[in-house]
């Protein structure tokens, strides 16, 4: 095997229980004796921490494609500065959102057209694709009551349910093979099942994740031997 990291990704819209399960997956996979990175979008530098604030303010007052073009700046941020120098050290990388979220909440939600979004984004990640992105899926009902749960919603979760459903069948549309036969910029796509315990999910992903890398991730999940 090459001693080139992995790239993992945890894609999924609010209230579905993504940065638990990336929590979650960087503590096992570290336990495991693996390096791993663990960082998110917007933000994991310090100039794309100064963006996300700028992003998730309710009281900032973005126009669609200034929106989508910060998103940009804080991925090549992360990028140059902390994805690619750790892949190169054979780290494995598991980001909280990446590309796709651009393409669902830029694109398909707030509807910029795809090909600025493509191109920006081919700027940003100089081409960096995933080598998988686990697709936590939900009811959207479901996970907007866990997001109203939490309170203090963010600029993005203070909209509209119209918007959030837009979100919801742009993942929908994104687990389909010819979505991502159309999209090989994002990778593979293996939606997952988000109902039930943050065990239960875990143990789905890990069996995604094993499935795929059975001499790197198989001791994970001894219950899928
Ligand atoms: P965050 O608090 O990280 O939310 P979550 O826990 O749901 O990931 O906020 C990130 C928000 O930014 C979230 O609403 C999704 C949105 N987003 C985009 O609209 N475009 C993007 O490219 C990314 C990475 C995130």
Redo the contacts with the bound molecule.
């Keep these: 095997m090459s001693s080139y990291g992995l790239l993992l990704v945890l894609e999924g819209g609010?209230g579905v229980g993504?940065?638990t399960q990336w929590q979650r997956l960087s503590t096992r996979l570290a336990e495991s004796g693996a390096e791993v990175l663990a960082l998110?979008?917007?933000g994991g530098t310090p100039s794309g921490d100064t963006i996300r604030s700028l992003?998730?303010d309710p009281a900032s007052q973005l126009s669609a494609s200034t929106e989508a073009l910060l998103?940009a700046a804080s991925r090549a941020e992360l990028v140059a500065q902390a994805v690619r120098p750790a892949l190169e050290r054979g780290v494995i990388v598991l980001l909280?959102?990446?590309l796709l979220?651009?393409y669902v909440?830029?694109g398909d939600a707030r509807g910029l057209p795809m090909a600025g979004l493509r191109a920006i984004n081919r700027f940003a990640t100089d081409g960096l694709v995933p080598d998988c992105t686990l697709l936590l899926k939900l009811p959207l009902s479901e996970s907007l009551a866990r997001t109203h749960a939490r309170g203090s919603p963010?600029r993005?979760?203070q909209e509209a349910r119209s918007f959030h459903e837009r979100v919801a069948r742009g993942f929908d549309a994104a687990g389909d093979p010819a979505w991502q036969s159309a999209h090989p910029e994002c990778g593979p796509i293996v939606p997952v099942l988000a109902e039930g315990s943050p065990d239960q999910v875990a143990l789905r992903c890990l069996a995604v994740l094993s499935a795929r890398w059975p001499s790197r991730f198989s001791e994970l999940v001894p219950a899928f031997r």
């Design positions: 609010e993504k940065t998110r979008e917007p992003l998730l998103f909280d959102r990446y979220s651009t909440y830029q963010d993005l979760e």
